[in-house]
């Protein structure tokens, strides 16, 4: 499953979309950023409501294949721009991080 | 690679925003020296907290890393407050951060556990009063 494949479901959102086709592998959910730089797996999606600059490192260090921003989160151009020259994929979606981690589920099997 | 490389970086301590250049930069360059994705991982996220630490707790400091052929050393050094018991301070959880900080999604007390989860060795060096200096190396 790709990041272009979750964005084809129509329930998502691309905002900063470098690497659509970069390969995604298990889930993560949470918004304490060192909690997710310790616990997150690379390739991972990673979905959380947090919307400063500091989730663009987060993800690029920790080398998740992408943000999901839940509930319907948006986030300011500069993440949007700086996300794009970091090669960090962020899509949004409405959906609460449940429903969206079920919509992941749902795909891979 | 038969001699070690150096590489010195400026951690800016005014600036939240811009937190994670250090470690970015160093994720470039060990990407450029032909670097397994996992090792990239682990010394992108030890070092970024170090350096989020940084910027929270010292006002900057300074990233120095040596790559050999077979460790990175990373060594963190800034001349903050300081840590009065590190062992309290290694405790997962455990966290002086201020408010503004958390509500950025840091201070949740896991900064200096995810250093060692993701390093081989670490050692911290520190004075209050006077700084802090923490060495890292991860072998691959």
């Known amino acids: ?109 | 690679m038969a001699e070690s490389l150096y590489f010195e970086y400026p951690v800016d301590g005014e600036n939240f925003a811009s937190a994670g250049q250090a470690s970015t930069r160093v994720k470039r360059n060990l990407r450029e020296l032909g670097l397994d994705s996992e090792t990239i991982r682990r010394v992108s996220i030890a070092m970024y907290e170090g350096e989020i630490n940084m910027v929270i707790h010292a006002r900057g400091g300074v990233a120095k890393i040596e790559v050999t052929d077979s460790q990175i050393i990373i060594i963190l050094e800034d001349k903050g407050p300081g840590i009065a018991n590190i062992e309290q301070a290694m405790q997962e959880g455990f966290s002086t951060a201020p408010d503004d900080v958390r509500s950025l999604g840091f201070g949740a007390g896991m900064g200096l556990p995810n250093m060692k989860r993701y390093t081989d060795y670490m050692n911290i060096d520190s004075v209050v009063g006077e700084g802090t200096t923490i060495t890292m190396k991860v072998n691959y």
């Open chain 1, 1 to 109: 499953m790709t990041v272009k494949d979750i964005l084809a479901t129509g329930n998502f959102t691309a905002i900063s979309l470098p690497d659509e086709g970069r390969e995604i592998n298990g889930v993560y959910i949470g918004d304490l950023l060192s909690w997710v730089m310790g616990r997150a797996q690379a390739d991972n999606a990673w979905i959380t409501i947090m919307s400063n600059i500091n989730i663009v490192a987060v993800a690029s260090l920790a080398d998740v294949a992408c943000i999901i921003l839940a509930e319907g989160v948006t986030v300011d151009e500069t993440i949007k721009t700086t996300a794009e020259a970091k090669d960090v994929n962020i899509i949004s979606t409405s959906m609460p991080a449940y429903e969206a981690a079920m919509e992941l589920a749902k795909m891979t099997v």
